[in-house]
């Protein structure tokens, strides 16, 4: 896949599974979700889904819990890892609510069982709800403990046979070192997930980029705070960001 390519009205993807963070829900605030931001992100998502393309998503929960973080204190991991996967659900509601107010059709498949807010995690009915034109968004991880939900994003689009995963962050690609903390860092347009790996660079963890590796799923990495991105990318401008992929 090149590293640029010219865009055009056509999509450049048939079939995307986009890896949303809970803080990308947050806004400004220092916990919780800013609504204002779910209709953002809304209307970004209802932009891409207006030209065809079916779409996935998996969103985190770090707005509201973080099992590994001081917020989970002494508990037990795996306890509170079910707690981070119950603040993926609230996260997915929130995100179904701003979607079909946007008159954009969208199902929460759960990995844990909760019939009132989400129908159960089952792959044929994701596929089947993908090819009725309705934007499915996966909630509660893989339903296993110890497993981010950067896993369950590579994941879920193995399972769906998506084209590729977006990786939206709140930087405009993959660096040699955080942007943050050293400004000279280097953005790389195209890096290999060996090269992930080996320079232990943290844009998901790493049982995630082993499994896109050796199933050879692309991922692109881009700035979610800047409008219209997502748009871009499906269009095939992939210079906005990096691409990682197997070489």
């Given at each position: ?98 979607l079909e107010r946007l008159d954009v059709p969208t199902r929460v498949l ?138």
């Amino acid at each position: 896949m090149p590293a640029r390519v010219v865009q055009s009205c056509k999509p450049a993807f048939r079939r995307i599974l986009l890896k949303l963070s809970g803080e990308a829900l947050m806004g400004e605030q220092n916990y919780g979700i800013d609504t204002s931001v779910a209709e953002s992100v809304a209307r970004e998502i209802k932009a891409v889904y207006d030209l065809g393309v079916e779409i996935a998503i998996v969103v985190g929960g770090g707005n509201i819990f973080r099992g590994v973080s001081k917020s989970a204190g002494n508990m037990d991991r795996s306890s509170a890892d079910y707690i981070g996967m119950l603040a993926t659900v609230m996260n997915a509601v929130v995100l179904q609510d701003a979607l079909e107010r946007l008159d954009v059709p969208t199902r929460v498949l759960s990995a844990i069982d909760i019939p009132q807010l989400a129908e159960p995690f089952i792959r044929r009915r994701a596929i089947r709800h993908l090819e009725k034109k309705r934007v499915v968004i996966f909630a509660a991880g893989t339903g296993n403990p110890y497993f981010t939900t950067d896993s369950a994003a590579a994941l879920r689009a193995l399972e769906i046979k998506a084209e590729v995963i977006l990786k939206a962050t709140k930087v405009d690609g993959v660096y040699s070192e955080d942007p943050m903390l050293n400004p000279n860092a280097k953005r790389f347009e195209r890096i290999s997930f060996q090269e992930v790996l080996e320079k232990q660079l943290k844009i998901m963890d790493s049982s995630a980029i082993s499994l896109c590796m050796d199933n050879n799923l692309p991922i692109m990495v881009f700035n979610m705070k800047q409008s219209g991105n997502i748009l871009k990318v499906v269009k095939g401008d992939l210079s906005i960001g990096t691409l990682v992929e197997k070489r």
